[in-house]
T-cell receptor, first 111, second 116 residues
């Protein structure tokens, strides 16, 4: 069964810093990988989706990479802002269209 | 874009009562919907996969008789928490599939259930 791990579990950075969130998965037979943002008590906001054939996707200050063979993905956030404070979840979608979520990284950006 | 409406967003109920959560696809037909549960400070856990017109497929450890799922139409799936207990208090989120497999997922806004 697919297992998804995110490191670190929590991260606190001063405003303006660049940061990297890590996601690893055990089964490389994925369909795609997605990064989500979750604010406390709220649903999920989709940030980036990387198809299994792609290496990276970019949206604004966010860049996500995918190395399927090594079972890793990173989410890079440039010039962090206090509004970026949230929990970031990565999810792997298998060929049966089932989602496997990571444990999340709680990010705090200090003004 | 595809929108999934989940209702209610918050509900407080007494122990022993049942609560129904609705997940509607507003502008598309969803042949498959997923129900997730999230405990505080933990990730989402898939509870069940709901297919229109057939019985839901439950994940291991999820009580079928406690969490009743009905997907009677292509735009509506419901999750009913029966005989709720305080330990059922959690955040429940649904997701609907467009069926394309690649870009075909959208999530509801979630329901915060508190059982007192």
């Amino acid at each position: 069964k697919q297992e998804v791990t995110q490191i670190p579990a929590a991260l606190s950075v001063p405003e303006g810093e660049n940061l990297v969130l890590n996601c690893s998965f055990t089964d490389s037979a994925i369909y795609n990988l997605q990064w989500f943002r979750q604010d406390p008590g709220k649903g999920l906001t989709s940030l980036l989706l990387i198809q299994s054939s792609q290496r990276e996707q970019t949206s604004g200050r966010l860049n996500a990479s995918l190395d399927k063979s090594s079972g890793r993905s990173t989410l890079y956030i440039a010039a962090s802002q206090p509004g970026d404070s949230a929990t970031y979840l990565c999810a792997v979608v298998d060929t049966g269209n089932q989602f496997y979520f990571g444990t999340g990284t709680s990010l705090t950006v200090i003004p | 874009g595809a929108v999934v409406s989940q209702h209610p967003s918050r509900v407080i109920c007494k122990s022993g009562t049942s609560v129904k959560i609705e997940c509607r696809s507003l502008d598309f037909q969803a042949t498959t919907m997923f129900w997730y549960r999230q405990f505080p400070k933990q990730s989402l856990m898939l509870m069940a996969t709901s297919n229109e017109g057939s019985k839901a497929t439950y994940e291991q450890g999820v009580e079928k008789d406690k969490f009743l799922i009905n997907h009677a139409s292509l735009t509506l799936s419901t999750l009913t928490v029966t005989s709720a207990h305080p330990e059922d208090s959690s955040f429940y989120i649904c997701s609907a599939s467009l069926g394309t497999g690649v870009f075909g997922y959208t999530f509801g806004s979630g329901t915060r259930l508190t059982v007192v």
